[in-house]
């Protein structure tokens, strides 16, 4: 899973749900536009400054995405969720959209058509979230301060003096922020409320390091400094609690039947939020039946697979006539081979540079090692939902670290973590690192914030960033990753089948109301997986929608692009040359880069000879 710049971050206005590294004041230069406007054509240079005025009228609107960018003059401000504040939210996100629906795409070059078309759907989609979705009404987990608090503390963006202090003025309006996101809530979920209570404490954690980084000597506070932070600490700690008590309270009303608000989106929800956040070709209903025949083909080769393997892993014993339980018993015997649960961090931390040297070794892609990624264990605020993921810098602070959070296994009963460390296996977490890390989430991100265009690197498509990582893995295997062992290649069948799995369970729960035994079923008798991490994945469907659908959909639309470069290419096809073409333009939906892939070679084909 990743953290990092959400599409519609404005419908969660006053929301934390995006980590961000944070400042009171700029520490360099604002990322520049990418093309001088002299260099552009009137239309283009039109639009790239309004294009330009928008964004930074957002900043000013809604901080929290401005910090989540790296914009750090924003620092101390913390907007509060309350109706006047998403009035002015809809209001703006209108008027923009009236603005940037009255460019003439056809005017413009496909750099900067295309840049519009992400506007639009941002726009549309932020009014979406705001008068139709709704979420802060139901859902009190995104009132959470934690995020962006805990990265102005922890990047060393200016003196830990400066930070302090910004972060001393965002405390001190953490208690109307909580105030008006209880005030806010309406018919909440009982999923969402026992999220949002379960992670007060990470909360509270984050409290109490700002409090002992101002006690060092380094803190460099005046007296008044100080006793105003501590008292701001104090109130934040209060509303924090308060918060979590009045949740902990209604607890009892929404556990009885009919009280509380279902988790389930509903077909027209669903529908409308796919078509903003995956931006495909295709309905969610489609992805739903093109998933279903995916996972029938991978069933079929895993099938193949595990009879290659089976006298290998089961000696003389009979096959079963029932294909699940054939590949199943396979799967099992060799998920045996796994770490140490002491080992499991410092396990995935050794693996990364094995996998940048196989990329650099096979030629793939070019890999930026001054973008430094730190592997860590995840902050308890942000537990949760998933087990591992990327907390990236945004684009105009590309410099700052990387995080690879994983959350360590040490809370977890014997029976728990050896369930976990089944289910990431010696072969599963290799490809977990692909897809999270190299050449995943964290090289995907690197390029996209190098991409000249700042709308396509502020307002990335999930279903790209999935897709990368989805297609990372398959990649990496076929160049040769894990040798080819028949072991690797059914283990990350079963990791790709889970992706596709994702997308049939998201749709199968939101929309056709599959109960908790059938997601049970479908995800560990059909698609091999561990109690444990089946038992996750039913909580983290109830807790998110249709980002779960981004990773099959992201990953054969790429697949698809490929093969449609390769033919039209032939021998000219350079694989490398295909992945940083596809990786320059920013976390573009894939239908975009596809456009832009093929503007490029219309306008540098050379032309005919005359007779």
Do not use: C
């Amino acid at each position: 899973m990743l953290t990092s710049v959400a599409p519609g971050a404005l419908a969660a206005v006053g929301t934390t749900t995006d980590a961000a590294a944070t400042a009171s004041s700029p520490t360099k230069p604002h990322r520049a536009a990418a093309h001088p406007t002299s260099a552009l054509s009137p239309a283009d240079a039109r639009f790239q400054r309004l294009a330009h005025d928008y964004i930074e009228a957002l900043w000013r609107l809604d901080p929290e995405t401005a910090v989540a960018a790296g914009r750090y003059e924003f620092a101390g401000q913390l907007n509060t969720p309350d109706d006047a504040q998403r009035a002015r939210a809809l209001a703006f996100a209108q008027q923009w959209l009236k603005r940037f629906e009255a460019v003439d795409g056809q005017t413009l070059s496909p750099a900067s058509r295309t840049d519009l078309g992400q506007l639009l759907n941002r726009l549309r989609g932020d009014v979406f979230a705001l008068t139709e979705l709704r979420e802060f009404e139901w859902n009190p987990s995104n009132v959470n301060v934690a995020g962006q608090l805990d990265l102005i503390l922890s990047t060393d963006y200016a003196p830990l003096p400066k930070r302090l202090r910004a972060l001393s003025s965002r405390l001190a309006r953490v208690p109307a922020y909580y105030r008006a996101g209880a005030a806010s809530l309406k018919v909440p979920t009982l999923e969402h409320t026992q999220l949002a209570i379960d992670q007060a404490p990470g909360v509270i954690s984050v409290i109490d390091d700002i409090a002992k980084a101002a006690g060092e000597p380094a803190a460099g506070l005046s007296t008044r400094e100080r006793r105003e932070l501590t008292q701001r600490l104090e109130a934040a700690r209060t509303a924090v609690n308060d918060y979590r008590s009045a949740l902990t309270a209604r607890l009892p009303t929404l556990q009885r039947e009919g009280q509380a608000r279902s988790f389930r989106l509903g077909q027209a929800l669903y529908e409308k939020k796919f078509g903003y956040d995956i931006q495909s070709a295709h309905t969610a209903a489609q992805m739903y039946e093109k998933a279903q025949a995916a996972r029938e083909a991978l069933l079929v080769r895993m099938a193949q697979m595990a009879d290659q393997l089976w006298t290998q892993t089961q000696g003389d014993a009979p096959k079963p006539a029932d294909r699940f339980a054939k590949i199943g018993a396979v799967i099992d015997k060799l998920s045996a081979r796994h770490v140490k649960r002491e080992d499991f961090v410092s396990e995935i931390r050794a693996q990364i540079p094995q996998l940048e040297r196989f990329i650099a070794t096979h030629d793939l892609l070019t890999m930026d090692a001054s973008k430094p990624l730190i592997v860590r264990e995840t902050p308890v605020y942000q537990r949760g939902v998933a087990g591992a993921g990327i907390e990236a810098p945004g684009p105009y602070r590309p410099q700052d670290r990387t995080y690879y959070n994983v959350t360590p296994l040490d809370g977890l009963t014997d029976e728990q973590a050896e369930s976990t460390l089944r289910e990431y296996n010696h072969w599963i977490l290799q490809v977990l690192n692909i897809h999270e890390a190299v050449p995943g989430h964290y090289t995907q991100l690197v390029h996209a914030n190098k991409s000249p265009s700042l709308v396509k690197a502020l307002f990335g498509n999930g279903a790209m960033v999935e897709g990368w990582a989805v297609y990372g893995e398959r990649m990496m295997l076929e160049a040769g990753y894990g040798d080819n062992a028949p072991e690797m290649w059914l283990m990350y069948s079963k990791w790709n089948l889970r992706s596709v799995t994702n997308t049939v369970l998201d749709y199968s729960v939101h929309v056709l109301g599959m109960t908790e035994a059938q997601a049970l079923d479908l995800l560990m008798r059909q698609a091999f997986q561990t109690e444990r991490e089946a038992r996750e994945k039913w909580r983290r469907v109830q807790l998110t929608s249709v980002q779960l659908t981004s990773y099959f959909s992201g990953y054969s639309d790429i697949m698809d692009l490929r093969e449609q470069r390769k033919q039209t290419l032939g021998d000219r096809f350079k694989l490398k040359d295909f992945h940083e073409e596809f990786l320059s333009y920013g976390s573009a939906p894939v239908p975009v880069i596809a456009e832009l892939m093929a503007e490029k070679k219309a306008e540098t084909k050379p032309p005919k000879a005359t007779p």
